[in-house]
C-alpha cells in the first residue's frame, strides 16, 4: 500500500475538489483501489457532478437536513457547530474508487470532493491510500 496525506485550507469553501489531486496520486500506478478518508469528526468525501448546479443543490440539502441553529446538543463553537458533527453520518469520511491503469475509473462527469461545513477549523487533511491489485 501507498499512502499520502494532503493538507488543505477550506477558508471560505465548504467544498474542495480533490479529484487532480487524486488523479496525479495514482498516475503510473497499475490496476487497484484508491481509497480517500478525511479524518475529521466534522468532514465528509463525497462522488457529485460539478459544474452543473450541483453544488449549490448539495448545500442547500446540507441547511435542509442540517440547519445552522441552536437545536443540537453539541453547541461549542458557531451557531449550527452541533451540524457540522452529524455530516459524516450522511456523508461518509471515506470512499473508495476503482483504479485502472493508473486512472480512477469514475464516470465521466464524476468528481471526488471534500465536504466540509465546518467555518471553525479550515485546516483539514485529507488521506489517499493505494492498495495495488497485484
Do not use: K
Not at 23 to 32: L, P, T, V
Not at 61 to 66: A, G, N
Not at 82 to 95: F, I, T, V, Y
Not at 112 to 120: A, I, P
Request: charged share 25%; aromatic share 6%; hydrophobic share 35%.
Amino acid at each position: 500500500m501507498r499512502s499520502e496525506e494532503l493538507t488543505l485550507d477550506t477558508t471560505g469553501r465548504w467544498y474542495v475538489d480533490l479529484t487532480p489531486a487524486a488523479a496525479e496520486f495514482c498516475r503510473g500506478e497499475g490496476d487497484g483501489l484508491l481509497h480517500v478518508f478525511v479524518p475529521h469528526a466534522t468532514a465528509g468525501i463525497a462522488v457529485i457532478e460539478l459544474g452543473d448546479g450541483s453544488e449549490p443543490d448539495l448545500r442547500e440539502l446540507l441547511d435542509r437536513l442540517l440547519p445552522r441553529d441552536d437545536r443540537y446538543t453539541h453547541r461549542h463553537g458557531s451557531p449550527g457547530h452541533g451540524a457540522d458533527h452529524l455530516l459524516p453520518a450522511l456523508l461518509s469520511p471515506s470512499l473508495t474508487v476503482p483504479v485502472l491503469d493508473g486512472q480512477m475509473a469514475l464516470g465521466t462527469w464524476q468528481h471526488v470532493v471534500l465536504v466540509d461545513t465546518n467555518e471553525d477549523n479550515p485546516r483539514r487533511r485529507v488521506r489517499l491510500s493505494f492498495v495495488s491489485g497485484g
